[in-house]
């Protein structure tokens, strides 16, 4: 069993950076593919960002290119989300996600455990 905690969300001005981590229990961390997710109020959930198994690849979402960066450290089975020059648009629940895949994927369905989601609010 794969378990997946987030943490770092909360409320920020526009232009503010947040940092969001996610550490993940079990063994196969290292050997998977890693995603973050979000999903607004009344939207369907969405690809934001993912990264390789060993960190060498990485993938964004258009409206986050450029402002957001994933990283991961095996070492410590973490995940993270350096969030920079944030808009209102970017509120929603975060979520840290494993992939069933050693190669980062922006396929929702590629991924087969899901953290609980901490929120992320920016202020106009």
């Known amino acids: 069993q794969v378990q997946l905690v987030e943490s770092g969300g909360g409320l920020v001005q526009t232009g503010g950076a947040l940092r969001l981590s996610c550490a993940a229990s079990?063994?196969?961390?290292?050997?998977?593919?890693m995603g973050w997710f979000r999903q607004a109020p009344g939207k369907e959930r969405e690809f934001v960002a993912a990264i390789n198994w060993i960190g060498g690849s990485t993938y964004y979402a258009d409206s986050v290119k450029g402002r957001f960066t994933i990283s991961r450290d095996n070492a410590k089975n973490t995940v993270y989300l350096q969030m920079n020059s944030l808009k209102p648009e970017d509120t929603a629940v975060y979520y840290c996600?494993?992939?069933?895949?050693?190669?980062?994927?922006?396929?929702?369905?590629?991924?087969?455990?899901w953290g609980q989601g901490p929120q992320v609010t920016v202020s106009s």
């Open positions: 079990g063994r196969t961390f290292s050997s998977r593919a």
């Open positions: 996600a494993r992939a069933a895949k050693l190669s980062s994927t922006g396929n929702l369905t590629d991924y087969d455990y």
